[in-house]
């Protein structure tokens, strides 16, 4: 009845936004091959850095950024969105006095772009045996345990759900005789899925309302400080993930800037905008800079992360009054 009800609202939802589709604005997107790609990125890098002197240029660039660019490595292709530096360029439209910030941040990322980039240009040397090894690897990561083929349930509803088609199939099939009482059962249909589906919009708002007001009296307890993220940073690196470690420390020294009153820590806040709550002449700014940049690198950059990466992080929470008792011979691996 779930799987009935969602397909309907989709319907319902899918006609009128079919109509109202509009053509994107902004230039057609390029086909690149891979060394021009290459050098597209170097280009718009450049235009970065010269955003620090002339944020006012931002909004020429936006106009020329096409949605994505098109890469073709042998054979297979590739479209890479541009949607991340067009918000970006938005902002900073919108508020030059962070143009050096976000000029860097654009610079950051591209340089990130290019160096993933660059390992296309490598030649594959996997064996099917290490690529199986690989993919099991992959497959084992936390993000991928709840992913299953169907289940048996899943199976059962696949075949009452086509099982209920096939019968509507054969109730509006005949109806083509009757033009009238066809225009009566189908708008009967849409109004009774209307109805059903506002039905069960109310009771998912209600009860989500009452979780809410039972979750208030726990929430406090359920806090974790910069000592909790900081303990399981030391967890990972134990275990040798230095990516995940340095990820933990990063937010330790959040909540270490909320503990000293910098701010209200927010997980939809972005990382620079944590930076941008600091003053210039804060002595805190510097290390979470550095922290800030070294996360984003490997966090979202894919930079290999090492013990020598988590130590210059751990010296940087070190610096915002952070002791976590690590020391470099622990890292070892």
């Keep these: 009845m779930k799987h009935g009800v969602i397909s309907i609202l989709f319907f319902l939802i899918s006609c009128p936004a079919i109509a109202a589709q509009r053509q994107p604005s902004g230039p057609s997107p390029v086909d690149y091959d891979l060394k021009s790609y290459l050098t597209e990125l170097d280009r718009w890098s450049g235009e970065a850095a010269a955003l620090k002197e002339h944020p006012e240029h931002a909004a020429a660039l936006i106009k020329s950024l096409p949605p994505e660019w098109d890469v073709t490595v042998r054979g297979q292709r590739f479209a890479v969105s541009t949607n991340w530096l067009h918000r970006t360029l938005d902002s900073l439209t919108a508020n030059h006095s962070f143009a050096g910030d976000y000029s860097t941040e654009i610079q950051s990322h591209l340089a990130a772009m290019r160096t993933d980039a660059e390992g296309l240009a490598r030649p594959l040397n996997l064996t099917p045996g290490r690529a199986k090894a690989k993919l099991d690897e992959i497959l084992r990561r936390r993000e991928f345990q709840g992913v299953h083929g169907p289940t048996l349930l899943d199976q059962l509803l696949a075949r009452m759900r086509n099982w209920i088609f096939d019968i509507l199939e054969k109730i509006f099939g005949g109806l083509g005789q009757h033009p009238a009482a066809g225009q009566v059962l189908l708008w009967s249909a849409v109004g009774g899925s209307v109805f059903l589906v506002m039905l069960l919009l109310m009771r998912y708002f209600l009860k989500s309302t009452e979780s809410a007001s039972l ?37 330790a020294g959040i909540y270490r800037m909320e503990e000293l009153g910098a701010w209200q820590a927010d997980r939809a806040r972005t990382h620079r905008e944590y930076l941008r709550l600091l003053a210039a002449d804060d002595a805190h700014r510097t290390p979470l800079a550095q922290m800030t940049s070294r996360f984003e690198l490997v966090w979202y950059g894919g930079n290999p992360a090492s013990a020598r990466d988590f130590e210059t992080v751990i010296e940087n929470l070190e610096a915002l009054g952070c002791n976590l008792l690590w020391r470099p011979a622990i890292a070892k691996s």
Excluded at 229 to 247: M, V
């Design 215 to 251: 979750d208030l009296d726990t929430a406090s307890a359920a806090s974790r400080t910069w000592r909790d993220w900081g303990r399981d940073a030391l967890d990972a690196a134990g275990r040798g993930d230095y990516r995940e470690a340095i990820h933990l420390a990063y937010w």
